[in-house]
Protein backbone atom coordinates (compact mmCIF):
# COMPACT_ATOMS: atom_id res chain seq x y z
CA UNK A 1 0.00 0.00 0.00
CA UNK A 2 1.30 3.44 -1.12
CA UNK A 3 0.95 6.55 0.02
CA UNK A 4 0.58 9.24 -2.60
CA UNK A 5 1.11 12.76 -2.26
CA UNK A 6 -1.61 14.21 -4.80
CA UNK A 7 0.29 17.73 -6.36
CA UNK A 8 -3.30 18.47 -7.39
CA UNK A 9 -5.18 18.30 -4.09
CA UNK A 10 -1.61 18.72 -2.18
CA UNK A 11 -2.70 15.81 0.26
CA UNK A 12 -1.10 12.59 0.94
CA UNK A 13 -3.78 9.57 0.11
CA UNK A 14 -4.21 6.17 0.53
CA UNK A 15 -3.09 4.01 -2.89
CA UNK A 16 -7.00 2.51 -2.67
CA UNK A 17 -8.10 6.60 -4.09
CA UNK A 18 -5.85 6.08 -7.25
CA UNK A 19 -5.30 4.72 -10.55
CA UNK A 20 -2.57 3.99 -11.54
CA UNK A 21 -1.55 4.77 -15.66
CA UNK A 22 1.89 2.96 -16.43
CA UNK A 23 5.03 4.51 -17.32
CA UNK A 24 4.84 8.02 -17.73
CA UNK A 25 6.78 10.60 -20.83
CA UNK A 26 5.64 8.28 -24.01
CA UNK A 27 5.98 9.67 -26.57
CA UNK A 28 3.55 9.26 -29.66
CA UNK A 29 4.91 9.37 -32.95
CA UNK A 30 4.19 12.91 -34.66
CA UNK A 31 3.06 10.95 -37.83
CA UNK A 32 1.88 7.29 -36.95
CA UNK A 33 1.40 6.92 -40.56
CA UNK A 34 5.10 7.53 -41.80
CA UNK A 35 6.83 5.29 -38.95
CA UNK A 36 6.75 1.82 -39.77
CA UNK A 37 5.41 -0.98 -37.87
CA UNK A 38 8.10 -2.02 -35.41
CA UNK A 39 7.84 1.73 -34.40
CA UNK A 40 4.22 2.20 -34.12
CA UNK A 41 4.21 -1.36 -32.13
CA UNK A 42 7.34 -0.04 -30.17
CA UNK A 43 5.26 3.37 -29.00
CA UNK A 44 1.78 0.60 -28.43
CA UNK A 45 3.24 -2.39 -26.35
CA UNK A 46 6.73 -2.02 -25.14
CA UNK A 47 7.72 -0.76 -22.01
CA UNK A 48 10.78 -0.35 -19.93
CA UNK A 49 9.84 -1.39 -16.68
CA UNK A 50 12.75 -0.91 -15.22
CA UNK A 51 14.14 -3.16 -11.90
CA UNK A 52 14.58 0.86 -10.22
CA UNK A 53 13.63 3.97 -10.41
CA UNK A 54 10.33 4.50 -12.68
CA UNK A 55 8.49 7.68 -13.73
CA UNK A 56 5.11 6.48 -13.50
CA UNK A 57 1.41 8.71 -14.07
CA UNK A 58 -1.04 7.96 -11.64
CA UNK A 59 -4.98 9.43 -11.32
CA UNK A 60 -6.35 10.41 -8.31
CA UNK A 61 -9.49 8.72 -9.20
CA UNK A 62 -11.36 9.52 -6.51
CA UNK A 63 -10.30 12.83 -5.34
CA UNK A 64 -9.45 15.94 -8.47
CA UNK A 65 -9.80 12.70 -11.39
CA UNK A 66 -6.53 14.60 -12.34
CA UNK A 67 -3.19 12.81 -13.69
CA UNK A 68 0.71 13.29 -12.02
CA UNK A 69 3.82 11.91 -11.98
CA UNK A 70 5.17 9.82 -9.71
CA UNK A 71 9.25 9.12 -9.31
CA UNK A 72 9.12 5.34 -7.65
CA UNK A 73 11.48 2.80 -7.24
CA UNK A 74 9.79 -1.02 -8.10
CA UNK A 75 13.16 -2.37 -6.05
CA UNK A 76 12.01 -0.99 -2.99
CA UNK A 77 9.12 0.92 -3.61
CA UNK A 78 10.33 4.23 -2.12
CA UNK A 79 9.02 7.18 -3.83
CA UNK A 80 11.42 10.35 -4.37
CA UNK A 81 7.83 12.48 -5.12
CA UNK A 82 5.20 13.85 -7.23
CA UNK A 83 4.50 16.32 -9.37
CA UNK A 84 2.43 17.61 -11.74
CA UNK A 85 2.87 16.37 -15.37
CA UNK A 86 4.16 19.70 -16.41
CA UNK A 87 6.42 20.23 -13.11
CA UNK A 88 7.63 16.26 -13.69
CA UNK A 89 8.60 16.79 -17.29
CA UNK A 90 11.20 19.32 -16.37
CA UNK A 91 12.58 17.42 -13.41
CA UNK A 92 12.36 14.48 -15.63
CA UNK A 93 14.47 16.29 -18.73
CA UNK A 94 16.86 17.69 -15.75
CA UNK A 95 17.87 14.14 -15.00
CA UNK A 96 18.14 13.16 -18.90
CA UNK A 97 15.39 11.36 -19.38
CA UNK A 98 14.63 7.37 -17.64
CA UNK A 99 15.79 6.23 -14.84
CA UNK B 1 21.40 -40.48 -8.13
CA UNK B 2 21.34 -42.95 -10.81
CA UNK B 3 18.49 -45.43 -9.41
CA UNK B 4 15.00 -44.96 -10.18
CA UNK B 5 12.35 -44.42 -7.45
CA UNK B 6 10.23 -47.43 -7.51
CA UNK B 7 8.18 -49.39 -4.21
CA UNK B 8 11.26 -51.56 -3.65
CA UNK B 9 13.44 -48.52 -3.30
CA UNK B 10 11.31 -46.78 -1.09
CA UNK B 11 10.34 -50.10 1.17
CA UNK B 12 14.13 -50.63 1.12
CA UNK B 13 15.08 -47.40 2.41
CA UNK B 14 12.10 -47.27 4.84
CA UNK B 15 13.61 -50.82 6.60
CA UNK B 16 16.85 -48.21 6.88
CA UNK B 17 15.08 -45.28 8.59
CA UNK B 18 15.39 -43.40 4.65
CA UNK B 19 18.49 -42.60 5.61
CA UNK B 20 20.72 -43.70 2.70
CA UNK B 21 18.85 -41.57 0.03
CA UNK B 22 20.88 -39.44 -2.18
CA UNK B 23 21.07 -35.79 -3.45
CA UNK B 24 17.97 -35.77 -6.07
CA UNK B 25 20.13 -33.66 -8.44
CA UNK B 26 24.01 -32.35 -8.51
CA UNK B 27 25.15 -29.16 -7.98
CA UNK B 28 26.88 -27.99 -10.35
CA UNK B 29 30.32 -25.21 -10.40
CA UNK B 30 30.17 -23.67 -13.61
CA UNK B 31 32.15 -24.91 -16.56
CA UNK B 32 34.03 -22.07 -19.15
CA UNK B 33 31.60 -22.91 -21.82
CA UNK B 34 28.66 -25.13 -22.80
CA UNK B 35 26.50 -25.75 -25.81
CA UNK B 36 23.34 -24.17 -24.24
CA UNK B 37 22.61 -21.63 -20.95
CA UNK B 38 18.79 -21.21 -19.74
CA UNK B 39 19.09 -18.67 -17.32
CA UNK B 40 16.27 -19.52 -14.65
CA UNK B 41 16.21 -23.03 -12.39
CA UNK B 42 11.91 -22.24 -12.29
CA UNK B 43 9.52 -25.29 -13.26
CA UNK B 44 9.97 -23.55 -17.67
CA UNK B 45 13.30 -23.57 -17.28
CA UNK B 46 14.35 -26.92 -15.19
CA UNK B 47 11.43 -28.26 -18.62
CA UNK B 48 13.20 -26.66 -20.89
CA UNK B 49 16.87 -28.35 -19.84
CA UNK B 50 15.24 -31.30 -19.20
CA UNK B 51 13.45 -31.63 -22.73
CA UNK B 52 16.37 -30.20 -24.45
CA UNK B 53 18.26 -33.04 -23.07
CA UNK B 54 15.93 -36.11 -23.40
CA UNK B 55 14.38 -34.75 -27.31
CA UNK B 56 17.36 -33.12 -28.94
CA UNK B 57 19.93 -34.82 -27.74
CA UNK B 58 21.96 -31.85 -26.37
CA UNK B 59 23.72 -32.89 -23.13
CA UNK B 60 26.34 -29.85 -22.71
CA UNK B 61 23.84 -27.38 -21.20
CA UNK B 62 23.35 -25.43 -17.82
CA UNK B 63 20.44 -23.75 -15.98
CA UNK B 64 22.02 -21.18 -14.04
CA UNK B 65 19.83 -19.57 -10.93
CA UNK B 66 20.20 -16.09 -9.20
CA UNK B 67 18.60 -17.55 -6.33
CA UNK B 68 17.84 -21.05 -5.37
CA UNK B 69 16.21 -23.64 -7.79
CA UNK B 70 12.27 -23.11 -7.75
CA UNK B 71 12.64 -20.17 -5.60
CA UNK B 72 10.52 -17.48 -7.72
CA UNK B 73 7.00 -17.96 -9.11
CA UNK B 74 7.32 -21.98 -9.02
CA UNK B 75 7.17 -21.46 -5.51
CA UNK B 76 4.61 -18.59 -5.59
CA UNK B 77 1.53 -19.61 -7.29
CA UNK B 78 -1.93 -21.57 -6.82
CA UNK B 79 -0.75 -24.65 -8.83
CA UNK B 80 -4.06 -24.85 -11.59
CA UNK B 81 -3.59 -26.50 -14.33
CA UNK B 82 -6.38 -26.06 -17.14
CA UNK B 83 -6.49 -25.64 -20.70
CA UNK B 84 -9.88 -24.23 -21.13
CA UNK B 85 -8.94 -21.36 -23.33
CA UNK B 86 -10.68 -19.47 -25.92
CA UNK B 87 -8.58 -19.00 -28.87
CA UNK B 88 -7.23 -21.76 -31.15
CA UNK B 89 -3.51 -20.63 -30.90
CA UNK B 90 -3.66 -20.47 -26.87
CA UNK B 91 -6.19 -23.32 -26.45
CA UNK B 92 -3.37 -25.57 -28.44
CA UNK B 93 -0.39 -24.57 -26.81
CA UNK B 94 -2.26 -25.25 -22.95
CA UNK B 95 -3.58 -28.41 -24.15
CA UNK B 96 0.02 -30.05 -25.36
CA UNK B 97 0.99 -28.75 -21.71
CA UNK B 98 -1.90 -30.51 -20.24
CA UNK B 99 -1.40 -33.79 -22.16
CA UNK B 100 2.00 -33.58 -20.78
CA UNK B 101 1.09 -33.16 -17.26
CA UNK B 102 -1.06 -36.25 -17.50
CA UNK B 103 1.66 -38.26 -18.01
CA UNK B 104 4.74 -36.27 -16.40
CA UNK B 105 4.74 -38.30 -13.18
CA UNK B 106 5.85 -41.64 -15.03
CA UNK B 107 8.35 -39.59 -17.52
CA UNK B 108 10.21 -38.23 -14.87
CA UNK B 109 9.66 -41.06 -12.09
CA UNK B 110 8.87 -38.31 -9.60
CA UNK B 111 5.65 -37.75 -7.67
CA UNK B 112 4.27 -34.02 -9.03
CA UNK B 113 0.87 -35.07 -7.16
CA UNK B 114 -1.07 -33.71 -10.40
CA UNK B 115 -4.63 -34.46 -9.27
CA UNK B 116 -7.24 -33.75 -11.94
CA UNK B 117 -10.01 -32.58 -9.74
CA UNK B 118 -11.81 -30.70 -12.10
CA UNK B 119 -11.71 -26.32 -12.54
CA UNK B 120 -14.81 -24.48 -12.39
CA UNK B 121 -15.15 -20.90 -13.61
CA UNK B 122 -17.99 -19.49 -12.72
CA UNK B 123 -20.96 -17.66 -14.21
CA UNK B 124 -22.22 -14.75 -12.50
CA UNK B 125 -23.99 -12.06 -14.59
CA UNK B 126 -26.10 -13.27 -18.46
CA UNK B 127 -22.87 -11.90 -20.40
CA UNK B 128 -20.51 -13.99 -18.05
CA UNK B 129 -22.54 -16.90 -19.21
CA UNK B 130 -23.05 -16.53 -22.55
CA UNK B 131 -19.11 -15.84 -22.78
CA UNK B 132 -18.33 -18.85 -21.07
CA UNK B 133 -21.00 -21.14 -23.86
CA UNK B 134 -18.84 -19.11 -26.30
CA UNK B 135 -15.54 -20.55 -24.30
CA UNK B 136 -16.55 -24.18 -24.16
CA UNK B 137 -17.93 -24.31 -27.44
CA UNK B 138 -14.55 -23.41 -28.64
CA UNK B 139 -12.98 -25.43 -26.22
CA UNK B 140 -15.08 -28.32 -28.14
CA UNK B 141 -14.07 -27.25 -31.20
CA UNK B 142 -10.36 -27.65 -30.58
CA UNK B 143 -11.11 -31.46 -28.94
CA UNK B 144 -10.73 -30.06 -25.14
CA UNK B 145 -13.26 -31.75 -21.92
CA UNK B 146 -15.73 -28.86 -21.35
CA UNK B 147 -19.24 -28.92 -19.92
CA UNK B 148 -21.45 -25.65 -19.39
CA UNK B 149 -23.03 -26.51 -16.26
CA UNK B 150 -26.27 -24.44 -14.70
CA UNK B 151 -26.73 -23.00 -10.77
CA UNK B 152 -28.36 -26.47 -10.00
CA UNK B 153 -25.85 -28.85 -11.06
CA UNK B 154 -22.48 -26.52 -9.82
CA UNK B 155 -24.27 -26.09 -6.32
CA UNK B 156 -24.54 -30.12 -6.19
CA UNK B 157 -21.04 -30.64 -7.11
CA UNK B 158 -19.83 -28.24 -4.59
CA UNK B 159 -22.51 -28.00 -1.88
CA UNK B 160 -20.79 -25.22 0.30
CA UNK B 161 -20.51 -22.73 -2.31
CA UNK B 162 -23.44 -19.89 -2.21
CA UNK B 163 -25.22 -20.11 -4.86
CA UNK B 164 -28.38 -17.80 -3.19
CA UNK B 165 -30.56 -15.76 -5.29
CA UNK B 166 -30.06 -12.84 -2.97
CA UNK B 167 -26.15 -13.21 -3.21
CA UNK B 168 -24.54 -9.68 -4.37
CA UNK B 169 -23.58 -11.53 -7.25
CA UNK B 170 -25.29 -14.26 -7.79
CA UNK B 171 -23.63 -18.21 -9.18
CA UNK B 172 -25.62 -18.54 -12.48
CA UNK B 173 -23.69 -21.29 -14.29
CA UNK B 174 -20.27 -22.38 -14.49
CA UNK B 175 -17.90 -23.55 -16.71
CA UNK B 176 -16.06 -27.06 -16.11
CA UNK B 177 -12.80 -28.58 -17.42
CA UNK B 178 -12.98 -32.57 -15.97
CA UNK B 179 -9.39 -32.77 -17.05
CA UNK B 180 -8.04 -29.79 -14.96
CA UNK B 181 -6.95 -29.87 -11.52
CA UNK B 182 -3.48 -28.91 -9.80
CA UNK B 183 -0.19 -30.49 -8.85
CA UNK B 184 2.68 -30.18 -6.36
CA UNK B 185 4.61 -27.21 -7.37
CA UNK B 186 7.84 -28.00 -5.35
CA UNK B 187 7.74 -31.27 -6.93
CA UNK B 188 7.42 -30.25 -10.37
CA UNK B 189 10.86 -28.32 -10.16
CA UNK B 190 12.22 -30.96 -8.45
CA UNK B 191 11.29 -33.89 -10.54
CA UNK B 192 12.47 -31.48 -13.71
CA UNK B 193 15.55 -30.86 -11.56
CA UNK B 194 16.38 -34.47 -11.13
CA UNK B 195 15.23 -36.05 -14.39
CA UNK B 196 17.43 -32.70 -16.20
CA UNK B 197 20.50 -34.02 -14.22
CA UNK B 198 20.49 -37.48 -14.57
CA UNK B 199 20.58 -36.51 -18.43
CA UNK B 200 23.79 -34.33 -17.17
CA UNK B 201 22.94 -31.00 -17.07
CA UNK B 202 24.58 -28.80 -14.67
CA UNK B 203 22.35 -26.76 -12.20
CA UNK B 204 23.98 -24.35 -11.03
CA UNK B 205 22.26 -21.81 -7.95
CA UNK B 206 23.47 -18.55 -6.68
CA UNK B 207 25.22 -17.44 -9.67
CA UNK B 208 23.06 -14.09 -11.26
CA UNK B 209 23.32 -12.53 -15.06
CA UNK B 210 24.73 -9.40 -14.63
CA UNK B 211 25.80 -8.82 -18.24
CA UNK B 212 25.47 -10.38 -21.73
CA UNK B 213 28.63 -10.55 -24.19
CA UNK B 214 26.80 -10.42 -27.94
CA UNK B 215 29.45 -9.50 -30.32
CA UNK B 216 28.49 -9.20 -34.50
CA UNK B 217 24.33 -9.68 -33.25
CA UNK B 218 25.09 -13.16 -31.95
CA UNK B 219 25.11 -14.17 -28.65
CA UNK B 220 28.52 -15.53 -27.10
CA UNK B 221 27.99 -15.57 -23.06
CA UNK B 222 26.96 -14.33 -20.26
CA UNK B 223 28.70 -12.55 -17.18
CA UNK B 224 27.71 -13.83 -14.27
CA UNK B 225 28.22 -13.13 -10.57
CA UNK B 226 30.08 -16.38 -10.33
CA UNK B 227 32.23 -15.64 -14.06
CA UNK B 228 31.90 -15.69 -17.54
CA UNK B 229 29.93 -18.39 -18.88
CA UNK B 230 30.22 -18.52 -22.43
CA UNK B 231 27.62 -20.24 -24.91
CA UNK B 232 25.93 -19.35 -28.59
CA UNK B 233 22.96 -20.19 -27.38
CA UNK B 234 20.84 -18.66 -24.58
CA UNK B 235 17.61 -19.42 -23.52
CA UNK B 236 15.74 -16.59 -20.85
CA UNK B 237 13.25 -18.30 -18.81
CA UNK B 238 13.17 -15.43 -16.04
CA UNK B 239 9.63 -14.54 -15.86
CA UNK B 240 9.29 -11.19 -13.63
CA UNK B 241 13.07 -10.31 -14.66
CA UNK B 242 12.56 -10.74 -18.18
CA UNK B 243 12.77 -7.22 -19.18
CA UNK B 244 16.16 -7.26 -16.86
CA UNK B 245 17.54 -9.69 -18.96
CA UNK B 246 16.05 -8.00 -22.24
CA UNK B 247 17.67 -4.51 -21.51
CA UNK B 248 20.89 -6.22 -21.08
CA UNK B 249 20.82 -7.53 -24.78
CA UNK B 250 19.17 -3.91 -26.09
CA UNK B 251 16.13 -5.66 -26.42
CA UNK B 252 12.96 -3.77 -25.51
CA UNK B 253 9.52 -6.15 -24.37
CA UNK B 254 6.66 -5.34 -24.57
CA UNK B 255 6.17 -6.48 -20.19
CA UNK B 256 4.73 -5.00 -17.23
CA UNK B 257 6.03 -6.79 -13.90
CA UNK B 258 3.28 -6.85 -11.07
CA UNK B 259 3.10 -8.60 -7.63
CA UNK B 260 0.95 -11.38 -7.61
CA UNK B 261 -0.53 -12.04 -4.14
CA UNK B 262 -1.66 -15.85 -2.47
CA UNK B 263 -2.80 -16.86 0.60
CA UNK B 264 -2.89 -20.39 2.35
CA UNK B 265 -4.62 -21.13 5.26
CA UNK B 266 -4.59 -23.66 8.54
CA UNK B 267 -4.93 -26.96 7.32
CA UNK B 268 -8.20 -28.22 7.65
CA UNK B 269 -10.67 -31.82 6.83
CA UNK B 270 -11.44 -32.15 3.11
CA UNK B 271 -14.42 -29.86 2.16
CA UNK B 272 -13.42 -28.53 -1.61
CA UNK B 273 -12.76 -30.98 -3.31
CA UNK B 274 -12.64 -29.41 -6.86
CA UNK B 275 -11.15 -26.00 -8.35
CA UNK B 276 -13.22 -22.67 -8.03
CA UNK B 277 -12.51 -19.97 -9.87
CA UNK B 278 -14.51 -17.19 -10.34
CA UNK B 279 -13.46 -13.79 -12.55
CA UNK B 280 -16.32 -11.58 -11.28
CA UNK B 281 -15.81 -11.47 -7.63
CA UNK B 282 -12.17 -12.29 -8.84
CA UNK B 283 -10.82 -15.24 -6.36
CA UNK B 284 -10.13 -18.22 -6.79
CA UNK B 285 -9.23 -21.07 -4.48
CA UNK B 286 -9.06 -25.28 -4.34
CA UNK B 287 -8.08 -27.29 -1.00
CA UNK B 288 -4.06 -28.54 -0.99
CA UNK B 289 -3.65 -32.34 -0.05
CA UNK B 290 -2.37 -30.76 3.42
CA UNK B 291 -5.85 -29.55 3.80
CA UNK B 292 -4.90 -25.92 3.42
CA UNK B 293 -6.86 -23.97 1.33
CA UNK B 294 -5.17 -22.20 -1.23
CA UNK B 295 -6.12 -19.23 -2.35
CA UNK B 296 -5.18 -16.23 -5.60
CA UNK B 297 -5.54 -13.03 -5.16
CA UNK B 298 -4.84 -10.36 -8.49
CA UNK B 299 -2.52 -8.50 -9.21
CA UNK B 300 -1.38 -5.28 -7.82
CA UNK B 301 -2.22 -2.32 -10.44
CA UNK B 302 1.37 -0.85 -10.02
CA UNK B 303 4.34 -2.58 -11.60
CA UNK B 304 6.76 -3.46 -8.66
CA UNK B 305 9.57 -6.07 -7.80
CA UNK B 306 9.52 -6.70 -4.28
CA UNK B 307 7.74 -9.88 -4.40
CA UNK B 308 5.10 -8.11 -2.08
CA UNK B 309 1.63 -7.18 -2.46
CA UNK B 310 -0.84 -4.55 -1.06
CA UNK B 311 -2.95 -4.98 1.65
CA UNK B 312 -5.88 -4.03 0.04
CA UNK B 313 -5.76 -6.91 -2.79
CA UNK B 314 -5.32 -9.13 -0.13
CA UNK B 315 -8.68 -7.96 1.60
CA UNK B 316 -10.92 -7.51 -2.16
CA UNK B 317 -9.94 -11.37 -2.48
CA UNK B 318 -11.05 -12.50 1.24
CA UNK B 319 -14.09 -10.58 0.58
CA UNK B 320 -14.87 -12.38 -2.51
CA UNK B 321 -13.62 -15.93 -1.33
CA UNK B 322 -15.79 -15.50 1.57
CA UNK B 323 -18.74 -13.95 -1.19
CA UNK B 324 -18.47 -17.65 -2.96
CA UNK B 325 -17.82 -19.56 0.36
CA UNK B 326 -19.77 -17.75 3.42
CA UNK B 327 -18.02 -21.15 5.21
CA UNK B 328 -15.00 -19.68 5.05
CA UNK B 329 -15.32 -16.81 6.98
CA UNK B 330 -13.52 -17.88 9.95
CA UNK B 331 -10.34 -19.51 8.44
CA UNK B 332 -7.48 -18.47 9.38
CA UNK B 333 -4.51 -17.49 6.78
CA UNK B 334 -1.36 -19.12 7.63
CA UNK B 335 0.96 -17.61 4.63
CA UNK B 336 0.56 -14.99 2.17
CA UNK B 337 3.33 -13.98 -0.51
CA UNK B 338 3.69 -12.10 -3.82
CA UNK B 339 5.37 -13.11 -6.65
CA UNK B 340 6.72 -11.24 -9.94
CA UNK B 341 4.34 -11.56 -12.83
CA UNK B 342 5.08 -10.65 -16.01
CA UNK B 343 2.20 -9.50 -17.68
CA UNK B 344 1.71 -9.19 -21.84
CA UNK B 345 -0.41 -6.82 -23.31
CA UNK B 346 -2.81 -9.10 -24.53
CA UNK B 347 -2.47 -11.69 -21.65
CA UNK B 348 -0.25 -14.60 -23.98
CA UNK B 349 3.06 -15.52 -23.31
CA UNK B 350 6.31 -15.05 -25.53
CA UNK B 351 7.77 -18.04 -26.52
CA UNK B 352 10.18 -16.77 -29.41
CA UNK B 353 13.58 -15.87 -31.36
CA UNK B 354 14.76 -12.36 -30.73
CA UNK B 355 17.41 -10.06 -32.68
CA UNK B 356 20.17 -11.48 -31.62
CA UNK B 357 21.39 -14.83 -33.01
CA UNK B 358 21.03 -17.82 -30.17
CA UNK B 359 19.53 -15.68 -27.70
CA UNK B 360 15.47 -16.86 -26.98
CA UNK B 361 12.87 -15.84 -24.73
CA UNK B 362 10.43 -17.67 -23.16
CA UNK B 363 8.22 -15.29 -20.63
CA UNK B 364 5.33 -13.12 -20.49
CA UNK B 365 3.18 -16.29 -18.92
CA UNK B 366 1.86 -13.35 -16.48
CA UNK B 367 -0.73 -15.05 -14.05
CA UNK B 368 -0.74 -18.64 -15.61
CA UNK B 369 1.98 -19.65 -16.46
CA UNK B 370 2.10 -23.05 -13.85
CA UNK B 371 -0.30 -24.97 -15.68
CA UNK B 372 2.00 -24.47 -19.11
CA UNK B 373 5.39 -25.72 -17.50
CA UNK B 374 5.84 -29.07 -19.24
CA UNK B 375 4.52 -27.59 -22.29
CA UNK B 376 6.34 -24.47 -22.42
CA UNK B 377 9.55 -25.93 -21.27
CA UNK B 378 8.79 -28.67 -24.29
CA UNK B 379 8.09 -26.24 -27.52
CA UNK B 380 10.77 -23.99 -26.30
CA UNK B 381 13.55 -26.77 -25.60
CA UNK B 382 12.26 -27.31 -29.56
CA UNK B 383 13.04 -23.58 -30.37
CA UNK B 384 16.29 -23.20 -29.13
CA UNK B 385 17.35 -26.79 -30.80
CA UNK B 386 16.05 -26.11 -33.93
CA UNK B 387 16.52 -22.00 -34.12
CA UNK B 388 12.75 -21.94 -35.50
CA UNK B 389 9.50 -21.88 -33.58
CA UNK B 390 7.60 -25.06 -33.03
CA UNK B 391 4.49 -25.05 -34.64
CA UNK B 392 2.66 -24.32 -31.42
CA UNK B 393 4.14 -21.57 -30.48
CA UNK B 394 4.83 -19.91 -33.65
CA UNK B 395 2.53 -17.51 -32.82
CA UNK B 396 3.63 -16.61 -29.74
CA UNK B 397 6.81 -14.64 -31.39
CA UNK B 398 7.61 -11.47 -30.25
CA UNK B 399 7.00 -9.84 -33.75
CA UNK B 400 3.30 -10.27 -32.88
CA UNK B 401 3.55 -6.87 -31.25
CA UNK B 402 4.40 -5.07 -34.87
CA UNK B 403 2.07 -7.40 -37.08
CA UNK B 404 -0.65 -6.63 -34.71
CA UNK B 405 -1.71 -10.94 -34.52
CA UNK B 406 -2.27 -10.58 -30.48
CA UNK B 407 -4.23 -13.50 -29.14
CA UNK B 408 -6.45 -12.22 -26.59
CA UNK B 409 -7.00 -14.29 -23.93
CA UNK B 410 -7.85 -11.83 -21.05
CA UNK B 411 -11.16 -13.37 -20.51
CA UNK B 412 -9.53 -16.91 -20.13
CA UNK B 413 -6.37 -15.85 -18.12
CA UNK B 414 -8.70 -16.19 -15.07
CA UNK B 415 -6.76 -13.15 -13.38
CA UNK B 416 -7.74 -9.92 -14.32
CA UNK B 417 -4.49 -7.42 -15.34
Avoid at chain 2, 34 to 47: E, F, M, N, P, R
Avoid at chain 2, 296 to 323: L, N, V
Wanted: proline share 4%.
Amino acid sequence: MFVLFCPHCREKREEEEFGYGGEAFRVRPAAPEAVDDEAWGDYLFMRNNPKGWHWELWTHTTGCRKFFVVKRNTATNAIAGSWTLAEGRNVYDAEGGAG
Amino acid sequence: MKKDYSFWSLFAKGLKYNEGWDPAWRSATPKPSYDVVIVGAGGHGLATAYYLAKDHGIRDIAVIEKGYLGGGNTARNTTIVRSNYLWDEAALLYEHALKLWEGLTEDLNFNVMFSQRGVFNLGHTLQDMRDIERRVNANNLNGIDAVVLDAHEVKRRIPILNTSKAARYPVLGASFQPRGGIARHDAVAWGFARAASKHGVDIIENCEVTGMDIANGRMAGLETTRGLIRSERVGCVASGHSSVLAKMAGLRMPIESHPLQAFVSESMKPVLDTVVMSNAVHGYASQSDKGELVIGAGIDHATSYTQRGSPHIIEQTAAAIIELFPIFSRVRMNRQWGGIVDTTPDACPIISKTKVKGLYFNCGWGTGGFKATPGSGNVFAYTIAKDEPHPLNKAFSLDRFSTGHLIDEHGAAGVAH
